[in-house]
């Protein structure tokens, strides 16, 4: 077990990077931030030049790739960093300088016990992309076809493990502060960060998401998945087909391609709501970078390290949420928000109405341009806190997918208007899935399936009819005991060893920071 000196000193190495970028002065400054936190940001910023523009996204960038992805989640909660942060967060590059081609090489022969002419014609030494977690190689397998070789980077996992430990240890001893710090679960917040991460660094993982996505999406005339060749992919490396194409960000390029923009904006954003409500499995990382256009204007989408799950009682919740806004019933959004208990049965359903009005009303019949998605989330955030909504975590993928989604869509069409797009679909998939013909489908095939059950029914009456709630269960969190908990074993040991050792370490780091700058 990491020792708890080990977990600060790492916290403030991170400090001084975070405050080096001007990163930490924003939260410093809230007032909701405890006391405690400010007091080791002061110290962790001690002897820093911070610059007058903070560069959140930068920072992350330093501290390395388990910083990455949790800059990446932070981008989606303005409000626990601010919508300043989280607003610069969301141009975090994911990326880093490539590892040499010699232990890719290595690291595919020895995950698949083969020499590399035995699964490859060639391989392309210069990667196409370097992430934080894997870098990707152009290659030939040896029947001829031309593929996307994924390989994760030497030792990531274990580097992953240790920033995570330390994730965990501070999100505990913050959320245990009470107040805001809890209202907020910072621990659910890096539960899902693991959760996420720990599924990016099983590549076969990430090739059974991309294989399911595929079959979710077969019927959808216009948005392709490459395939995965199952033969070359492992646990560290996965291969799928080679995708030619025009990134989607590249306007300039469609243009003379011939494409049409705006319909290619809007099938982008229903290609998004057919995931996300009509399967409830969603690409959760569509970012510029992961979706190309072909010559006949078919989306196509890479990398799926990241998906999103939204649940069917979820699924009929959100529809309805975003039905309710694009037509102006506040009342029945607010209804939906106190029976999936997001907001607590003692706030007046009357009053929350009133709070979503005004966040809502000003975006109606105007395009993207003037008021957008995002901004509606932003608003919505600015209103937790009045009700005390307590976060969703498994809401925080899809906050974060369709803020992403309207800025491609804004950039290929900056007409567009995201409720115009979105509600003829949202309309039409609440009635059938809502309307009485669904209805009377359900009830049939649910007495069917019943009646076959039944024999067993009464003893899993408890499980097959869940407690009323619109969040899901949460997953169990680690035991962490917190600093102030610890038994003193003797007079040398508790907080004051522990400041001793925090002094210490910001004396040792400080004085390397100066060295570095002087």
């Not at 400054?29 to 002061?42: A, I, M, S």
């Not at 590549?203 to 079959?215: G, Q, T, W």
């Amino acid at each position: 077990m990491t020792r708890p000196a080990t977990h600060l000193l790492r916290l403030l190495r991170w400090g001084r990077t975070l405050a080096r970028h001007g990163a930490l002065r924003g939260i410093e400054q809230d007032r909701n931030t405890p006391p405690p936190v400010k007091r080791l940001f002061r110290l962790a910023r001690l002897g820093t030049f911070q610059p007058r523009v903070p560069d959140y996204a930068g920072a992350f960038q330093a501290i390395g790739p388990a910083a990455i992805k949790l800059g990446q989640t932070l981008a989606t909660r303005p409000d626990l960093v601010g919508e300043e942060a989280a607003y610069n967060l969301l141009s975090l590059q994911d990326s880093l300088p490539p590892v040499p081609f010699a232990s890719i090489s290595a690291e595919i022969e020895a995950s698949f016990g083969k020499p590399l002419d035995a699964l490859f014609a060639s391989i392309d030494p210069v990667p196409v992309g370097a992430a934080s977690i894997a870098q990707v190689h152009k290659g030939v397998t040896t029947d001829g076809r031309t593929v996307a070789i994924k390989v994760l980077r030497p030792g990531i996992r274990e580097k992953f493990a240790a920033d995570i430990e330390t994730y965990e240890w501070a999100a505990a001893h913050l959320e245990a502060l009470g107040g805001e710090a809890a209202r907020l679960r910072p621990r659910l917040v890096i539960a899902n960060l693991k959760r996420w991460t720990m599924r990016e660094l099983d590549l076969r993982r990430e090739a059974a998401s991309a294989s399911e996505l595929a079959d979710a999406m077969k019927g959808f005339e216009g948005y392709r998945i490459p395939a995965i060749d199952w033969d070359r992919t492992n646990g560290r490396v996965m291969t799928i087909e080679w995708i030619d194409g025009i990134k989607i960000s590249d306007r300039a390029a469609l243009e003379a391609s011939g494409v049409d923009l705006p319909e290619l904006a809007s099938r982008l954003v229903i290609a998004f709501l057919t995931q996300a409500i009509s399967y409830g499995y969603f690409h959760a990382d569509m970012h510029q970078g992961n979706l190309f256009v072909q010559p006949d204007g078919t989306i196509a989408a890479i990398d799926f390290g990241i998906m999103g799950r939204i649940d069917r009682r979820a699924r009929y919740w959100l529809a309805e949420i975003l039905y309710g806004l694009t037509t102006g019933n506040y009342r029945r959004v607010a209804e939906i928000h106190f029976e999936a208990q997001y907001v607590p049965s003692y706030h007046s359903v009357d009053e929350f109405a009133t709070a979503l009005r005004a966040v809502g009303e000003p975006m109606r019949g105007k395009p993207v341009s003037e008021l957008s998605v995002g901004q509606m989330l932003d608003g919505l955030f600015a209103i937790t806190r009045d009700f005390d909504m307590q976060t969703q975590p498994h809401l925080l993928l899809l906050q974060k997918t369709m803020v992403m989604v309207e800025g491609l869509a804004t950039a290929l069409h900056p007409g567009i208007n995201m409720w115009d797009t979105s509600g003829p679909f949202v309309k039409n998939w609440i009635r059938d899935e809502l309307g009485p013909e669904a209805a009377l489908a359900d009830r049939l095939k649910e007495d069917g399936e019943t009646l076959l059950r039944l024999p067993g029914l009464l003893r899993r009456l408890e499980e097959q009819f869940p407690p009323k709630g619109g969040a899901p269960e949460q997953p169990p969190l680690p035991d962490i005991e917190l600093v102030w908990d610890r038994r003193q074993a003797s007079a040398g040991r508790g907080w004051g060893g522990y400041l001793l050792a925090l002094l210490a370490g910001g004396a040792a780091v400080w004085g390397a920071g100066l060295a570095g700058w002087l």
